[in-house]
Protein backbone atom coordinates (compact mmCIF):
# COMPACT_ATOMS: atom_id res chain seq x y z
CA UNK A 1 0.00 0.00 0.00
CA UNK A 2 1.01 3.53 -1.15
CA UNK A 3 1.40 5.71 1.85
CA UNK A 4 0.96 9.79 1.75
CA UNK A 5 -0.87 9.44 -0.81
CA UNK A 6 -3.42 11.67 -0.83
CA UNK A 7 -5.32 9.15 -3.62
CA UNK A 8 -7.41 7.79 -0.76
CA UNK A 9 -11.50 8.14 -0.66
CA UNK A 10 -12.77 10.98 1.14
CA UNK A 11 -14.15 8.72 3.75
CA UNK A 12 -10.49 7.60 4.52
CA UNK A 13 -9.04 10.98 4.67
CA UNK A 14 -11.56 13.04 5.88
CA UNK A 15 -13.17 13.85 9.00
CA UNK A 16 -17.34 13.58 9.69
CA UNK A 17 -19.16 16.67 11.66
CA UNK A 18 -22.08 15.21 13.31
CA UNK A 19 -24.88 17.87 13.65
CA UNK A 20 -27.88 17.70 15.50
CA UNK A 21 -30.44 19.40 13.34
CA UNK A 22 -32.60 20.66 16.53
CA UNK A 23 -29.58 22.33 17.85
CA UNK A 24 -27.59 23.92 15.31
CA UNK A 25 -29.52 26.84 14.15
CA UNK A 26 -33.35 27.90 14.21
CA UNK A 27 -34.52 29.60 11.42
CA UNK A 28 -37.82 30.34 11.17
CA UNK A 29 -38.42 31.41 15.18
CA UNK A 30 -40.07 28.23 16.82
CA UNK A 31 -36.99 27.36 19.18
CA UNK A 32 -36.09 24.26 17.41
CA UNK A 33 -32.91 24.11 14.94
CA UNK A 34 -33.90 23.76 11.24
CA UNK A 35 -32.54 22.75 7.25
CA UNK A 36 -32.38 26.35 6.56
CA UNK A 37 -30.74 27.15 9.84
CA UNK A 38 -27.97 24.55 8.91
CA UNK A 39 -27.41 26.07 5.79
CA UNK A 40 -27.09 30.06 7.15
CA UNK A 41 -24.51 28.32 9.56
CA UNK A 42 -22.05 26.28 6.24
CA UNK A 43 -19.35 28.86 6.89
CA UNK A 44 -18.52 27.78 10.44
CA UNK A 45 -18.24 23.73 9.46
CA UNK A 46 -16.18 25.13 6.30
CA UNK A 47 -14.01 26.96 8.03
CA UNK A 48 -13.71 24.10 11.08
CA UNK A 49 -12.27 22.27 8.06
CA UNK A 50 -14.17 19.14 7.97
CA UNK A 51 -14.83 17.37 5.20
CA UNK A 52 -18.12 16.05 5.82
CA UNK A 53 -21.62 16.34 7.59
CA UNK A 54 -23.81 13.98 9.10
CA UNK A 55 -27.22 15.02 10.20
CA UNK A 56 -29.28 13.08 12.61
CA UNK A 57 -32.66 12.46 11.08
CA UNK A 58 -34.68 15.18 9.57
CA UNK A 59 -37.86 12.31 8.79
CA UNK A 60 -41.39 13.41 9.25
CA UNK A 61 -41.70 12.45 12.66
CA UNK A 62 -43.93 12.44 15.89
CA UNK A 63 -40.33 13.00 18.02
CA UNK A 64 -41.07 10.32 20.40
CA UNK A 65 -37.12 10.04 20.28
CA UNK A 66 -36.23 13.34 18.68
CA UNK A 67 -36.44 12.04 14.97
CA UNK A 68 -35.45 8.38 15.60
CA UNK A 69 -38.87 7.51 14.82
CA UNK A 70 -39.42 7.87 11.80
CA UNK A 71 -43.08 7.99 10.34
CA UNK A 72 -42.12 8.56 6.34
CA UNK A 73 -38.45 7.54 5.24
CA UNK A 74 -38.41 9.68 2.09
CA UNK A 75 -40.21 13.08 3.89
CA UNK A 76 -38.68 15.96 5.53
CA UNK A 77 -39.89 16.69 8.95
CA UNK A 78 -42.44 20.32 8.35
CA UNK A 79 -40.10 21.56 11.48
CA UNK A 80 -36.81 21.22 9.90
CA UNK A 81 -38.36 22.70 6.21
CA UNK A 82 -39.30 20.44 3.10
CA UNK A 83 -37.35 18.72 0.60
CA UNK A 84 -36.80 21.81 -1.65
CA UNK A 85 -35.57 23.13 1.67
CA UNK A 86 -32.85 19.75 1.57
CA UNK A 87 -32.08 20.28 -1.74
CA UNK A 88 -30.78 23.86 -0.93
CA UNK A 89 -29.30 22.68 1.78
CA UNK A 90 -27.30 19.89 -0.48
CA UNK A 91 -26.35 22.00 -3.02
CA UNK A 92 -24.71 24.70 -0.30
CA UNK A 93 -22.84 21.85 0.95
CA UNK A 94 -21.64 20.50 -2.13
CA UNK A 95 -21.05 23.79 -3.16
CA UNK A 96 -18.58 24.58 -0.37
CA UNK A 97 -17.01 21.16 -1.42
CA UNK A 98 -18.46 18.91 1.68
CA UNK A 99 -20.36 15.98 1.40
CA UNK A 100 -23.60 15.37 3.83
CA UNK A 101 -24.76 12.09 5.22
CA UNK A 102 -28.35 11.39 6.25
CA UNK A 103 -29.00 9.22 8.98
CA UNK A 104 -30.97 6.13 7.84
CA UNK A 105 -32.94 4.14 10.73
CA UNK A 106 -33.58 0.57 9.38
CA UNK A 107 -34.36 -0.93 12.77
CA UNK A 108 -37.79 0.78 13.64
CA UNK A 109 -39.90 3.16 12.37
CA UNK A 110 -42.22 5.40 14.36
CA UNK A 111 -45.89 3.33 15.21
CA UNK A 112 -47.56 6.91 12.76
CA UNK A 113 -45.66 5.33 10.18
CA UNK A 114 -48.51 4.35 7.83
CA UNK A 115 -47.03 0.86 7.71
CA UNK A 116 -47.53 0.09 11.21
CA UNK A 117 -50.70 1.18 10.92
CA UNK A 118 -52.13 -1.09 8.18
CA UNK A 119 -49.73 -3.57 10.43
CA UNK A 120 -51.46 -3.28 13.05
CA UNK A 121 -54.98 -2.92 12.14
CA UNK A 122 -55.38 -7.11 11.17
CA UNK A 123 -53.60 -9.97 11.30
CA UNK A 124 -54.33 -10.62 7.80
CA UNK A 125 -53.17 -7.33 6.59
CA UNK A 126 -50.50 -7.44 3.88
CA UNK A 127 -47.84 -5.55 5.78
CA UNK A 128 -48.47 -7.09 9.09
CA UNK A 129 -45.21 -9.07 8.50
CA UNK A 130 -43.12 -5.96 8.20
CA UNK A 131 -43.22 -5.53 11.84
CA UNK A 132 -42.56 -8.57 14.45
CA UNK A 133 -45.84 -10.02 15.90
CA UNK A 134 -45.75 -12.68 17.97
CA UNK A 135 -48.93 -14.55 20.53
CA UNK A 136 -48.55 -13.77 24.08
CA UNK A 137 -46.36 -16.64 26.08
CA UNK A 138 -48.19 -19.51 26.92
CA UNK A 139 -49.24 -18.65 30.26
CA UNK A 140 -49.73 -14.84 28.87
CA UNK A 141 -47.75 -12.10 29.13
CA UNK A 142 -44.70 -11.09 26.74
CA UNK A 143 -43.25 -14.04 24.11
CA UNK A 144 -40.14 -13.50 25.50
CA UNK A 145 -37.45 -11.60 28.08
CA UNK A 146 -36.41 -8.87 25.87
CA UNK A 147 -35.84 -5.27 27.31
CA UNK A 148 -35.85 -2.66 25.87
CA UNK A 149 -33.06 -0.35 25.28
CA UNK A 150 -35.07 2.38 27.08
CA UNK A 151 -35.97 0.27 30.34
CA UNK A 152 -38.76 -2.04 30.82
CA UNK A 153 -40.23 -5.21 28.23
CA UNK A 154 -39.54 -4.84 24.59
CA UNK A 155 -43.36 -6.28 23.99
CA UNK A 156 -46.22 -4.25 23.42
CA UNK A 157 -49.88 -5.89 24.13
CA UNK A 158 -52.15 -4.39 21.29
CA UNK A 159 -55.41 -5.12 21.70
CA UNK A 160 -56.80 -4.90 18.30
CA UNK A 161 -55.42 -8.14 17.42
CA UNK A 162 -54.54 -9.79 20.51
CA UNK A 163 -50.80 -9.92 19.83
CA UNK A 164 -47.63 -8.24 20.83
CA UNK A 165 -45.43 -6.25 18.84
CA UNK A 166 -41.28 -6.00 19.24
CA UNK A 167 -40.03 -2.70 19.95
CA UNK A 168 -35.85 -2.36 20.99
CA UNK A 169 -36.39 1.47 21.85
CA UNK A 170 -39.90 2.91 22.87
CA UNK A 171 -43.32 1.96 21.95
CA UNK A 172 -43.43 4.36 19.67
CA UNK A 173 -40.64 2.69 17.84
CA UNK A 174 -42.28 -0.55 16.62
CA UNK A 175 -38.62 -3.16 15.26
CA UNK A 176 -39.75 -3.62 11.31
CA UNK A 177 -39.16 -7.03 10.22
CA UNK A 178 -35.84 -7.22 7.58
CA UNK A 179 -37.00 -10.98 7.19
CA UNK A 180 -39.81 -10.15 5.07
CA UNK A 181 -38.50 -9.49 1.13
CA UNK A 182 -41.07 -6.85 1.13
CA UNK A 183 -40.70 -4.67 3.61
CA UNK A 184 -36.53 -5.11 2.88
CA UNK A 185 -36.92 -3.83 -0.91
CA UNK A 186 -39.58 -0.35 0.63
CA UNK A 187 -36.49 0.10 2.74
CA UNK A 188 -33.84 -0.03 0.16
CA UNK A 189 -36.11 1.86 -2.17
CA UNK A 190 -35.87 4.61 0.93
CA UNK A 191 -32.08 4.90 0.29
CA UNK A 192 -32.13 4.57 -3.48
CA UNK A 193 -34.17 7.88 -2.77
CA UNK A 194 -31.92 9.66 -1.21
CA UNK A 195 -28.55 8.46 -3.42
CA UNK A 196 -30.75 9.75 -6.41
CA UNK A 197 -31.47 12.85 -4.51
CA UNK A 198 -27.24 12.91 -4.34
CA UNK A 199 -26.03 12.47 -0.66
CA UNK A 200 -23.00 11.01 -0.10
CA UNK A 201 -24.16 8.48 1.95
CA UNK A 202 -25.70 7.21 5.46
CA UNK A 203 -24.89 7.11 8.95
CA UNK A 204 -27.17 3.62 9.82
CA UNK A 205 -28.85 3.59 13.44
CA UNK A 206 -28.47 0.70 15.59
CA UNK A 207 -27.50 -1.77 12.42
CA UNK A 208 -26.40 -4.58 14.65
CA UNK A 209 -29.86 -4.83 15.69
CA UNK A 210 -31.63 -5.33 12.22
CA UNK A 211 -32.07 -8.73 12.22
CA UNK A 212 -33.22 -11.02 15.51
CA UNK A 213 -32.65 -14.73 15.62
CA UNK A 214 -35.03 -16.79 14.40
CA UNK A 215 -37.60 -18.55 17.48
CA UNK A 216 -36.93 -15.32 19.25
CA UNK A 217 -35.56 -17.12 22.10
CA UNK A 218 -34.77 -15.87 25.77
CA UNK A 219 -31.78 -13.76 25.84
CA UNK A 220 -29.10 -14.87 28.38
CA UNK A 221 -29.92 -13.56 32.38
CA UNK A 222 -27.02 -11.04 33.09
CA UNK A 223 -25.69 -12.38 36.57
CA UNK A 224 -23.56 -8.86 36.54
CA UNK A 225 -26.74 -6.71 36.86
CA UNK A 226 -27.90 -4.57 39.33
CA UNK A 227 -30.44 -1.70 40.40
CA UNK A 228 -28.69 1.66 39.11
CA UNK A 229 -27.27 0.06 36.00
CA UNK A 230 -29.15 0.76 33.03
CA UNK A 231 -32.37 -2.09 32.88
CA UNK A 232 -31.14 -2.54 29.00
CA UNK A 233 -28.42 -4.69 30.84
CA UNK A 234 -30.56 -7.60 32.82
CA UNK A 235 -30.25 -9.35 29.65
CA UNK A 236 -27.26 -9.99 26.91
CA UNK A 237 -28.76 -9.79 23.67
CA UNK A 238 -27.13 -12.30 22.50
CA UNK A 239 -30.47 -13.45 20.37
CA UNK A 240 -31.71 -10.04 19.54
CA UNK A 241 -28.58 -8.22 17.80
CA UNK A 242 -25.75 -9.22 15.32
CA UNK A 243 -26.98 -11.98 13.51
CA UNK A 244 -25.55 -13.62 10.24
CA UNK A 245 -28.58 -12.07 7.85
CA UNK A 246 -27.85 -8.43 9.68
CA UNK A 247 -24.62 -8.82 7.80
CA UNK A 248 -26.10 -9.55 4.64
CA UNK A 249 -28.15 -6.71 4.55
CA UNK A 250 -25.17 -4.39 5.46
CA UNK A 251 -23.62 -6.61 2.24
CA UNK A 252 -26.95 -5.04 0.04
CA UNK A 253 -26.74 -1.43 1.42
CA UNK A 254 -23.13 -1.56 0.24
CA UNK A 255 -23.64 -2.75 -3.06
CA UNK A 256 -26.58 -0.23 -3.35
CA UNK A 257 -24.02 2.72 -2.43
CA UNK A 258 -21.15 1.18 -4.05
CA UNK A 259 -23.58 1.02 -7.34
CA UNK A 260 -23.59 5.19 -6.97
CA UNK A 261 -20.22 5.40 -7.01
CA UNK A 262 -18.14 7.68 -4.14
CA UNK A 263 -20.71 7.30 -1.47
CA UNK A 264 -19.74 6.31 2.43
CA UNK A 265 -21.86 4.06 4.81
CA UNK A 266 -21.00 4.60 8.61
CA UNK A 267 -22.96 1.70 10.82
CA UNK A 268 -23.60 2.52 14.39
CA UNK A 269 -22.55 -0.92 16.17
CA UNK A 270 -21.57 -1.43 19.71
CA UNK A 271 -19.48 -5.06 20.03
CA UNK A 272 -16.00 -6.63 21.18
CA UNK A 273 -13.54 -5.81 18.34
CA UNK A 274 -13.64 -9.36 16.67
CA UNK A 275 -17.30 -9.07 16.45
CA UNK A 276 -17.13 -5.86 15.66
CA UNK A 277 -14.54 -6.12 12.48
CA UNK A 278 -16.80 -8.41 10.76
CA UNK A 279 -19.07 -5.42 9.99
CA UNK A 280 -16.37 -4.65 7.47
CA UNK A 281 -17.51 -7.50 5.44
CA UNK A 282 -15.35 -9.45 3.06
CA UNK A 283 -13.11 -7.88 0.84
CA UNK A 284 -15.42 -9.29 -2.35
CA UNK A 285 -19.09 -8.80 -0.24
CA UNK A 286 -17.78 -5.66 1.72
CA UNK A 287 -20.10 -4.09 4.19
CA UNK A 288 -20.15 -0.66 5.99
CA UNK A 289 -16.95 1.58 5.35
CA UNK A 290 -16.80 2.57 8.96
CA UNK A 291 -18.48 0.57 11.51
CA UNK A 292 -18.73 3.58 14.86
CA UNK A 293 -15.91 2.88 16.99
CA UNK A 294 -17.31 4.29 20.10
CA UNK A 295 -14.12 3.09 22.82
CA UNK A 296 -12.96 6.68 23.03
CA UNK A 297 -16.38 6.99 24.90
CA UNK A 298 -16.66 3.71 26.63
CA UNK A 299 -13.28 3.65 28.23
CA UNK A 300 -11.55 5.47 30.91
CA UNK A 301 -9.62 9.04 30.24
CA UNK A 302 -6.33 7.06 31.89
CA UNK A 303 -3.59 6.60 29.19
CA UNK A 304 -2.46 3.09 30.32
CA UNK A 305 -5.95 1.85 29.10
CA UNK A 306 -6.26 3.94 26.25
CA UNK A 307 -2.83 2.61 25.13
CA UNK A 308 -4.04 -0.37 24.85
CA UNK A 309 -7.44 -0.22 23.81
CA UNK A 310 -6.52 2.16 20.73
CA UNK A 311 -3.76 -0.65 20.03
CA UNK A 312 -6.05 -3.55 19.99
CA UNK A 313 -8.59 -1.78 17.96
CA UNK A 314 -6.07 -0.94 15.59
CA UNK A 315 -4.38 -4.64 15.20
CA UNK A 316 -8.31 -5.66 15.04
CA UNK A 317 -9.07 -3.83 11.58
CA UNK A 318 -9.08 -6.05 8.15
CA UNK A 319 -6.62 -5.24 5.51
CA UNK A 320 -9.85 -4.05 3.67
CA UNK A 321 -11.10 -1.93 6.43
CA UNK A 322 -10.50 1.25 7.77
CA UNK A 323 -10.30 2.58 11.19
CA UNK A 324 -12.53 5.56 12.78
CA UNK A 325 -12.96 7.36 15.98
CA UNK A 326 -15.12 9.44 17.95
CA UNK A 327 -15.50 11.15 21.10
CA UNK A 328 -18.65 12.64 20.84
CA UNK A 329 -22.16 12.22 19.74
CA UNK A 330 -25.81 12.83 20.60
CA UNK A 331 -26.21 10.27 22.93
CA UNK A 332 -22.72 10.24 24.84
CA UNK A 333 -21.78 12.50 27.90
CA UNK A 334 -19.38 15.76 26.17
CA UNK A 335 -15.99 14.81 26.34
CA UNK A 336 -15.04 17.97 28.30
CA UNK A 337 -17.72 17.36 30.61
CA UNK A 338 -16.26 14.04 31.03
CA UNK A 339 -12.23 15.25 31.59
CA UNK A 340 -12.25 18.96 31.65
CA UNK A 341 -11.78 21.32 29.34
CA UNK A 342 -7.77 21.31 29.72
CA UNK A 343 -7.63 17.76 28.84
CA UNK A 344 -10.47 17.99 26.14
CA UNK A 345 -7.56 19.94 24.33
CA UNK A 346 -5.70 16.64 24.45
CA UNK A 347 -8.71 14.82 23.25
CA UNK A 348 -9.06 17.13 20.41
CA UNK A 349 -5.25 16.37 19.64
CA UNK A 350 -5.76 12.77 20.19
CA UNK A 351 -9.14 12.76 17.99
CA UNK A 352 -7.55 13.91 14.65
CA UNK A 353 -4.18 12.48 14.89
CA UNK A 354 -5.08 8.28 15.40
CA UNK A 355 -5.16 6.51 12.34
CA UNK A 356 -8.41 6.41 11.38
CA UNK A 357 -11.64 8.80 9.99
CA UNK A 358 -12.92 11.10 13.14
CA UNK A 359 -16.26 12.22 13.76
CA UNK A 360 -16.57 15.53 15.66
CA UNK A 361 -19.46 16.57 17.64
CA UNK A 362 -21.02 19.87 17.35
CA UNK A 363 -20.25 22.26 19.85
CA UNK A 364 -17.36 19.70 21.14
CA UNK A 365 -15.52 22.18 18.91
CA UNK A 366 -15.67 25.08 21.57
CA UNK A 367 -15.92 22.77 24.33
CA UNK A 368 -19.27 22.59 25.42
CA UNK A 369 -18.79 20.85 29.04
CA UNK A 370 -21.89 19.86 31.39
CA UNK A 371 -25.10 21.34 30.89
CA UNK A 372 -27.31 20.89 34.02
CA UNK A 373 -30.96 20.41 32.64
CA UNK A 374 -34.07 21.59 35.17
CA UNK A 375 -36.42 19.13 35.67
CA UNK A 376 -39.12 20.80 34.37
CA UNK A 377 -36.77 21.10 30.66
CA UNK A 378 -35.91 17.39 30.81
CA UNK A 379 -37.02 15.90 26.85
CA UNK A 380 -34.72 12.77 26.46
CA UNK A 381 -37.16 9.36 27.01
CA UNK A 382 -34.73 7.50 27.85
CA UNK A 383 -33.74 10.03 30.77
CA UNK A 384 -37.19 10.07 31.41
CA UNK A 385 -38.24 6.38 31.31
CA UNK A 386 -34.76 5.74 33.49
CA UNK A 387 -34.37 8.92 35.81
CA UNK A 388 -31.23 9.59 37.90
CA UNK A 389 -28.65 6.94 36.91
CA UNK A 390 -26.70 8.99 34.39
CA UNK A 391 -28.46 7.92 31.35
CA UNK A 392 -29.83 11.50 30.51
CA UNK A 393 -29.13 12.88 26.68
CA UNK A 394 -30.57 16.05 26.82
CA UNK A 395 -27.17 17.79 28.00
CA UNK A 396 -24.89 16.71 24.97
CA UNK A 397 -28.47 18.01 22.85
CA UNK A 398 -27.73 21.79 24.12
CA UNK A 399 -28.27 24.55 21.12
CA UNK A 400 -25.49 25.45 19.62
CA UNK A 401 -24.06 29.13 21.38
CA UNK A 402 -23.14 31.54 18.13
CA UNK A 403 -22.66 34.91 20.09
CA UNK A 404 -23.75 36.98 22.97
CA UNK A 405 -26.85 38.09 21.37
CA UNK A 406 -30.48 37.05 22.94
CA UNK A 407 -30.96 32.93 22.89
CA UNK A 408 -27.31 32.97 21.81
CA UNK A 409 -28.42 33.98 17.76
CA UNK A 410 -29.51 30.02 17.55
CA UNK A 411 -32.83 31.54 17.55
CA UNK A 412 -35.12 34.51 18.40
CA UNK A 413 -37.52 32.27 20.71
CA UNK A 414 -36.58 30.57 23.77
CA UNK A 415 -34.91 27.20 22.70
CA UNK A 416 -36.00 23.65 23.20
CA UNK A 417 -33.48 22.53 25.30
CA UNK A 418 -31.67 25.18 27.28
CA UNK A 419 -28.06 26.40 26.65
CA UNK A 420 -24.92 25.76 27.90
CA UNK A 421 -24.85 28.21 31.33
CA UNK A 422 -21.57 29.97 30.15
CA UNK A 423 -22.80 30.83 26.63
CA UNK A 424 -22.32 34.53 27.13
CA UNK A 425 -18.62 33.42 27.00
CA UNK A 426 -18.78 30.12 25.56
CA UNK A 427 -20.03 31.01 22.03
CA UNK A 428 -18.21 30.78 18.81
CA UNK A 429 -18.09 34.37 17.98
CA UNK A 430 -16.11 34.76 21.32
CA UNK A 431 -13.86 31.66 20.57
CA UNK A 432 -13.17 33.48 17.41
CA UNK A 433 -11.52 36.49 18.67
CA UNK A 434 -9.71 34.38 21.34
CA UNK A 435 -6.23 32.96 19.28
CA UNK A 436 -6.14 30.86 22.17
CA UNK A 437 -9.57 29.04 22.07
CA UNK A 438 -10.53 25.28 21.55
CA UNK A 439 -12.07 26.62 18.03
CA UNK A 440 -9.01 27.98 16.79
CA UNK A 441 -6.91 25.29 18.39
CA UNK A 442 -9.86 22.19 16.68
CA UNK A 443 -9.21 24.57 13.05
CA UNK A 444 -5.66 24.68 13.54
CA UNK A 445 -5.57 20.99 13.97
CA UNK A 446 -7.63 20.05 11.42
CA UNK A 447 -5.69 22.26 9.14
CA UNK A 448 -2.44 20.45 9.80
CA UNK A 449 -4.45 17.18 9.18
CA UNK A 450 -5.82 18.08 5.61
CA UNK A 451 -1.69 19.55 4.58
CA UNK A 452 -0.69 16.62 6.05
CA UNK A 453 -1.50 13.51 4.91
CA UNK A 454 0.75 11.24 7.23
CA UNK A 455 -1.73 12.32 9.96
CA UNK A 456 -4.57 10.92 8.15
CA UNK A 457 -3.56 7.91 6.26
CA UNK A 458 0.44 7.20 8.18
CA UNK A 459 1.10 4.01 9.42
CA UNK A 460 0.65 4.00 13.83
CA UNK A 461 2.36 2.96 16.36
CA UNK A 462 2.73 3.20 19.68
CA UNK A 463 5.64 4.19 21.34
CA UNK A 464 7.02 4.14 25.06
CA UNK A 465 6.47 6.48 27.67
CA UNK A 466 6.36 7.35 30.88
CA UNK A 467 3.53 7.09 33.07
CA UNK A 468 0.46 9.06 32.30
CA UNK A 469 1.67 9.92 28.77
CA UNK A 470 -0.18 8.61 25.65
CA UNK A 471 2.39 8.25 22.91
CA UNK A 472 2.48 7.22 19.52
CA UNK A 473 3.94 7.74 15.75
CA UNK A 474 2.54 8.60 12.86
CA UNK A 475 4.84 7.89 9.39
CA UNK A 476 4.93 7.80 5.98
CA UNK A 477 8.62 7.69 3.97
CA UNK A 478 10.88 9.85 5.70
CA UNK A 479 8.41 11.75 7.59
CA UNK A 480 7.84 10.71 11.21
CA UNK A 481 5.47 12.68 13.53
CA UNK A 482 5.64 11.87 17.30
CA UNK A 483 2.23 12.66 19.06
CA UNK A 484 2.66 13.07 22.92
CA UNK A 485 0.16 13.32 25.26
CA UNK A 486 0.25 14.33 29.01
CA UNK A 487 -3.07 13.20 30.54
CA UNK A 488 -1.73 13.86 34.04
CA UNK A 489 -1.33 16.76 36.11
CA UNK A 490 2.77 16.50 36.78
CA UNK A 491 5.51 17.54 34.51
CA UNK A 492 6.49 14.43 32.65
CA UNK A 493 9.45 13.55 30.75
CA UNK A 494 9.36 13.50 26.52
CA UNK A 495 10.72 10.55 25.79
CA UNK A 496 11.41 10.66 21.95
CA UNK A 497 12.15 7.42 19.71
CA UNK A 498 15.82 6.28 19.95
CA UNK A 499 18.02 8.12 17.55
CA UNK A 500 15.53 11.16 17.09
CA UNK A 501 15.43 14.71 17.64
CA UNK A 502 13.09 16.92 17.19
CA UNK A 503 12.51 19.19 13.94
CA UNK A 504 9.71 21.37 14.43
CA UNK A 505 6.43 21.27 16.99
CA UNK A 506 3.89 21.34 14.57
CA UNK A 507 0.74 21.78 17.35
CA UNK A 508 0.49 22.25 20.86
CA UNK A 509 -2.15 22.25 23.52
CA UNK A 510 -0.79 25.02 25.46
CA UNK A 511 1.01 28.35 23.96
CA UNK A 512 4.15 26.95 21.73
CA UNK A 513 7.65 27.25 23.80
CA UNK A 514 10.95 25.78 22.91
CA UNK A 515 10.93 21.75 23.90
CA UNK A 516 13.10 21.12 27.16
CA UNK A 517 12.42 17.69 27.25
CA UNK A 518 9.44 17.46 29.37
CA UNK A 519 5.65 17.55 28.74
CA UNK A 520 3.64 20.23 31.07
CA UNK A 521 0.87 18.87 33.20
CA UNK A 522 -2.68 19.47 30.61
CA UNK A 523 0.59 19.62 27.56
CA UNK A 524 0.33 17.86 24.25
CA UNK A 525 2.20 18.11 21.00
CA UNK A 526 2.76 17.17 17.85
CA UNK A 527 6.46 16.92 16.97
CA UNK A 528 8.02 16.34 13.52
CA UNK A 529 11.04 14.06 14.52
CA UNK A 530 14.31 13.52 12.60
CA UNK A 531 17.28 11.52 12.50
CA UNK A 532 19.77 13.04 15.11
CA UNK A 533 23.61 13.04 13.32
C1 LIG B 1 -29.34 5.28 18.22
C2 LIG B 1 -29.45 6.78 18.24
C3 LIG B 1 -30.22 7.19 19.45
C4 LIG B 1 -31.61 6.60 19.35
C5 LIG B 1 -31.55 5.09 19.16
C6 LIG B 1 -32.86 4.55 18.68
O1 LIG B 1 -28.58 4.80 19.25
O2 LIG B 1 -28.17 7.36 18.18
O3 LIG B 1 -30.28 8.58 19.60
O4 LIG B 1 -32.34 6.89 20.50
O5 LIG B 1 -30.62 4.71 18.18
O6 LIG B 1 -33.09 4.91 17.35
MG1 LIG C 1 -36.98 26.21 13.54
Known amino acids: ?85 FDRLLAAVHARGLKLLLDFVPNHSSDRHPWFQQSRSSRDDPRRDWYIWRDPAPGGGPPNNWISDFGGPAWEH ?88 AHAIAADMRALADSFGDRALVGEIFLPNDRHARWFGKPDRPEVHLPFNFQLIENAWDAAVLARVIGDYDASIPAHGWPNWVFGSHDAPRIA ?32 GEVAIPPDRVRDPQEIRQPGIGLGRDRSRTPMPWDASAHAGFSSAEPWLPLNADWSTRNVTAQEADAGSMLHLYRSLLALRRANATLSIGDFALVEADTGVLAYERRSGAERLLVALNLGGEPRPLRLPAGAVVAETLASTLPLRTIDGMLAPDEGLILRLTEAD
Not at 62 to 81: E, H, K, L, S, T
Not at 160 to 178: I, S
Not at 340 to 367: C, W, Y
Open 337 to 368: ARIGEAQARLAAVLLLTLRGTPTLFQGDEIGI
Open 1 to 85: MQHGSTDRPWWERGVIYQIYPRSFQDSDGDGIGDLAGIEARLDHVATLGVDAIWLSPVFPSPMADFGYDVADYCGIDPMFGDLAA
Open 158 to 245: DAATGQYFLHTFLKEQPDLNWRDPDLRAAMMAAMRFWFDRGVDGFRIDVLWHIVKARGLPDNPVNPDWHPGLNARDQVIQTFSTDQPE
